[in-house]
T-cell receptor
């Protein structure tokens, strides 16, 4: 199993550009989530999904959209990039409800917005 | 006040030392996670526990629900244990998406 994969690993955007961070898992997990990690702060939840077709907002959803058309894929879209979105982004999946089962993380995407 | 506090923030140890990292939380929880973030950035799950103690190799995690406290111990530490260790809790009142993360403890083990 590849586990949780993320692409790209690194990305530089200009303010106002849009892009999609890709996340895929091959473990047939129902639960998937996106986090951002900033210096001096804990991981913060952006959006999550409890199954195909079902998504919900986390702690810091503004400026991001998600969709879940298949169990495997959970892309994160930045609608109009801002410097405040410079961060490292992690996708994670789990067999069951977030926090109640082991979390599997992707390798992360380092995003810089200039 | 942060809901999940870790101590120490930074820890330097000599190879072979016994290491303890602490996590205190202020909410009622249904589960607590210990995660390891390697210098390259990847995050792996070490333990998930809701009571008692778990052991995996040289790593031991304990939790005291009444005192709202968990510890991660590393016996016979090795330079490859150098990483950031993150505590996260799933609180009772949280939504499906609610994991609360600590800021992490950066461990450096010197040979």
């Amino acid at each position: 199993n590849a586990g949780v994969t993320q692409t790209p690993k690194f990305q530089v955007l200009k303010t106002g550009q849009s892009m999609t961070l890709q996340c895929a898992q091959d473990m047939n997990h129902e639960y998937m989530s996106w986090y951002r990690q900033d210096p001096g702060m804990g991981l913060r939840l952006i959006h999550y999904s409890v199954g195909a077709g079902i998504t919900d907002q986390g702690e810091v959803p503004n400026g991001y959209n998600v969709s879940r058309s298949t169990t495997e894929d959970f892309p994160l879209r930045l609608l109009s990039a801002a410097p405040s979105q410079t961060s490292v982004y992690f996708c994670a999946s789990s067999y069951g409800g977030l926090g109640s089962y082991e979390q599997y993380f992707g390798p992360g995407t380092r995003l810089t917005v200039t | 006040k942060n809901e999940v506090e870790q101590s120490p923030q930074n820890l330097t140890a000599q190879e072979g030392e016994f290491i303890t990292i602490n996590c205190s939380y202020s909410v009622g929880i249904s589960a607590l996670h210990w995660l390891q973030q390697h210098p390259g950035g990847g995050i792996v799950s070490l333990f998930m526990l809701s009571s008692g103690k778990k052991k995996h190799g040289r790593l031991i995690a304990t939790i005291n629900i009444q005192e709202k406290h968990s510890s991660l111990h590393i016996t016979a530490s090795h330079p490859r244990d150098s990483a950031v260790y993150i505590c996260a809790v799933r609180n009772y009142g949280g939504s499906q998406g609610n994991l609360i993360f600590g800021k992490g403890t950066k461990l450096s083990v010197k040979p």
